[in-house]
């Protein structure tokens, strides 16, 4: 089993910086990927960002490109989410997710691990 612990959330106001964190402890060679998802009110909870373990590689969502920064420190098995530029739109319960393997990293569904979610308010 892996444990994620997210954290970092908080309440800023638009055009302001917040950034998060997630450790992973347990069986961490189990996987591959971390990333962040999030879920605002009423919607689904929708893929924002990932990273590969191995090479660092990163993935976004076109709507954070340029704006959020995902990084990873491997000795510390945590990944971190730099998020600037905020406005009222990313406004969610933001979660780290790690799928098993090399399941696919951006749905959801195919995750198997997931952090119990950090708030991320964004005050226009």
């Known amino acids: 089993q892996v444990q994620l612990e997210d954290s970092g959330g908080g309440l800023v106001q638009a055009g302001g910086s917040l950034r998060l964190s997630c450790a992973a402890s347990?069986?961490?060679?189990?996987?591959?990927?971390m990333g962040w998802f999030r879920q605002a009110p009423g919607k689904e909870r929708e893929f924002v960002s990932a990273i590969s373990w191995s090479d660092g590689g990163t993935y976004y969502v076109d709507s954070v490109k340029g704006r959020f920064t995902i990084s990873r420190d491997n000795a510390k098995n945590t990944v971190y989410l730099q998020m600037n530029s905020l406005s009222p739109e990313d406004t969610a319960v933001y979660y780290c997710?790690?799928?098993?393997?090399?399941?696919?990293?951006?749905?959801?569904?195919?995750?198997?691990?997931w952090g119990k979610g950090t708030l991320v308010t964004v005050s226009s």
């Open positions: 347990g069986r961490t060679s189990r996987i591959y990927y």
């Open positions: 997710a790690a799928p098993e393997g090399l399941r696919s990293w951006s749905s959801p569904r195919t995750m198997d691990y």
